[in-house]
DNA sequence: CGGCGACGCTGATCTGCCTCAGTTCATTGT
DNA sequence: ACAATGAACTGAGGCAGATCAGCGTCGCCG
């Protein structure tokens, strides 16, 4: 899997070893092309017409609001990832998605879809996979709140983005751009906002992570994966589990 | 849907209305039925040679150990859900899985399975549907986490459970037996036992409801939706969606 | 140019929840 | 009959992280 391809065969490359056959019926997948300004909600919840997309470029955002104004970000979208591919099969959305940046995003019809995994079936596993990947961050996302210190949990997020990121070429073991504020940090860890920055400080005076003006360098990863009981099985299973 | 039926074709009656046709054979499903014993991990992390199974009775629930011993309960299966079915086809089992109590169950084979969904293609819809609700229950439990003070939490959960067992008729608006321990409901909230301990006192001044003696009892469910914030369209659907 | 909003950053104070260290009660085993 | 165990429960003290209030910097716009 190199450079050539889109976000969205690469990372299924990490689940399933593609054939060029396989590839190039994926990037004819990506239909419509649309561009989502940041901060306009894309979808909200109850909404039903939603149609499916794959991020071409630009960083999403999934959350609830609670009547008290806070919410918490579920998840994050990166390049590559699929946006309401469940939803759009079986309910209404049941929550909002904020676009972080400026967004390309391709429309999937569903018909597309299906017809797709029926001549190449091997993608339809890919997909199944990625699904199952979402749910275990998700999953992941549970055990850092209720479990994890503020300080162990930013540095489990980060990471989790920096091995996401790397999956689909957007950045290395040593660092990545990342557009986040320390306010979208805040309401994805379940913490202020005030202490996101001081955790921020102190992962940075311990030597372990800088994320300051959009980039995040990792200046020692052992240290940073020992402190946040990183396991990022999870992520790629360390290469294409399906030959 | 009446009490003939098996807790799993109740659940599923909740998304899809089923004939006659469609209900039998789903009980058909229920292959070779196996007992588990309180407390003795079904399934480890890491195991990979798992079974599928649905819930006949007695509860179970999905955990992750942190190395410092704390733990965090995903989420609980009750009587009619079903356990890895995700896992079996997909990945290892990234998390454990505990028997609360007693537990009967019947180990499905996905083969069987598959025929089910060609021969009734709209119990593969009720499947899926299942299947979105667990996520949206794991989102719902991420967003108490994170943002619900542990009363609030506490309600939320209390309820959802409730909405729960009622839909497999276990349990009404105005109460049903719950097995946890006071331990259990810490590991899943994220709090500690001693703390959950005051918020079930506080809950019972309070007159909303009372958990003792191995049963919830709910004296003013207005209250406590209102103090939960809870929203249980996505649990039931107020009804199936799909006549 | 000055004003304004976003964002990063900081000190002081407050509080929700944790930890520690028990007691009580019911159940089980010997 | 008496330990042993486990769960519910309680008080005291401590701490992680929230809240409040404020400052500095930058980019944008009239």
Known sequence: MDARHSPFARK?????????????ALDRLHGR???????????????????????ASGWVCSYKILSDGT????DFQIPGDSLGLRSVLFRTSDHNIEPVTQVEASEVLVSDLLE????????????LWAASRDEAMVV????????????????????ELGARLK????????????????????????LSAVHINRVLREL????????????VEIHDLDGLVDLAEFDKTYLDHDGPLLK
């Open 71 to 74: 919410r918490q970000i579920v």
């Open 140 to 159: 992941e996302h549970l055990v850092s709140i209720g479990r994890r210190h503020a300080k162990e949990r930013t540095a489990h997020f980060l990471l």
């Open 204 to 215: 940075r005076e311990d030597g372990l992570v800088t994320f300051q003006h959009g980039h």
């Open 167 to 190: 999956l689909v070429g957007l950045g290395s073991t040593s660092g990545y751009a990342c557009p986040l504020s320390q306010y979208l940090l805040a309401d994805t860890l379940g």
């Open 116 to 127: 797709t995994f029926s001549e190449t079936p091997r993608l339809a596993t890919a997909v």
């Open 33 to 55: 092309r649309k561009v989502f300004s940041a901060g306009k909600d894309m979808v909200h919840q109850g909404q039903t017409d939603q149609a499916a997309y794959i991020l």
């Open 12 to 24: 299924l490359g990490a689940f399933v070893a593609l054939s060029e056959k396989e590839v190039s």
